[in-house]
T-cell receptor, first 111, second 114 residues
Framework: DAGVIQSPRHEVTEMGQEVTLRCKLI?????LFWYRQTMMRGLELLIY????????DSGMPEDRFSAKMPNASFSTLKIQPSEPRDSAVYFC?????????FGPGTRLLVL | GESVGLHLPTLSVQEGDNSIINCAYS??????FIWYKQESGKGPQFIID?????DKRQGQRVTVLLNKTVKHLSLQIAATQPGDSAVYFC?????????????FGQGTILTVHP
């Protein structure tokens, strides 16, 4: 099993640009979580899905952030327009049950 | 000006010593707890979990203790090795409608000296 796959691993962009982060779940998992990690705030849950349905998006910072699950194995997190304060490592995690498996993360730098 | 970030607790031990990492959780309704290990440049990796109806659980070289009275969780690592050097996070999962939603602690930096 390849585990949770995230792309890109690194992204450098300019303020105002659209950023799309991608995540492929582990086969057979039915829950998907997006986390953001910064030195200031640690690991924060942004949004999670169960069976493709968003369950809790209370952690999404603002309307510039959106997340989708177009199918059972894939998710995107989009930031439009991006701002320097969005710079962080973004992790997705998948699960079937309570144990969650994290991907390697996408390190985002917004200049 | 200088930005203020989280000041993570740190623990330095010698190889072969036992390590104890502590965590205070916030919600008395939490029913499931997990310890994660995060190495530099990687995502958090599951170590061990415990449900709220237990107070101790053992794995390979690791033991988790749960004290619900004071909302305290600890991770004990036996015979610590240099490869154990990482940031360790505890996470709590509330039951009911919050099923699946993990809240992470700030983390503890463990450094193991050869």
């Amino acid at each position: 099993d390849a585990g949770v796959i995230q792309s890109p691993r690194h992204e450098v962009t300019e303020m105002g640009q659209e950023v799309t982060l991608r995540c492929k779940l582990i086969s057979g998992h039915n829950s998907l979580f997006w986390y953001r990690q910064t030195m200031m705030r640690g690991l924060e849950l942004l949004i999670y899905f169960n069976n493709n349905v968003p369950i809790d998006d209370s952690g999404m910072p603002e309307d510039r952030f959106s997340a989708k699950m177009p199918n059972a194995s894939f998710s995107t997190l989009k930031i439009q327009p991006s701002e320097p304060r969005d710079s962080a490592v973004y992790f997705c995690a998948s699960s079937r049950g309570q144990q969650k498996y994290f991907g390697p993360g996408t390190r985002l730098l917004v200049l | 000006g200088e930005s203020v970030g989280l000041h993570l607790p740190t623990l330095s031990v010698q190889e072969g010593d036992n390590s104890i990492i502590n965590c205070a959780y916030s919600n008395s309704a939490s029913d499931y707890f997990i310890w994660y290990k995060q190495e530099s440049g990687k995502g958090p990796q599951f170590i061990i979990d415990i449900r709220s109806n237990m107070d101790k659980r053992q794995g390979q070289r690791v033991t988790v203790l749960l004290n619900k009275t004071v909302k305290h969780l600890s991770l004990q690592i036996a015979a610590t090795q240099p490869g154990d050097s990482a940031v360790y996070f505890c996470a709590e999962n509330m039951g009911g409608t919050s099923y699946g939603k993990l809240t992470f602690g700030q983390g503890t930096i463990l450094t193991v000296h050869p």
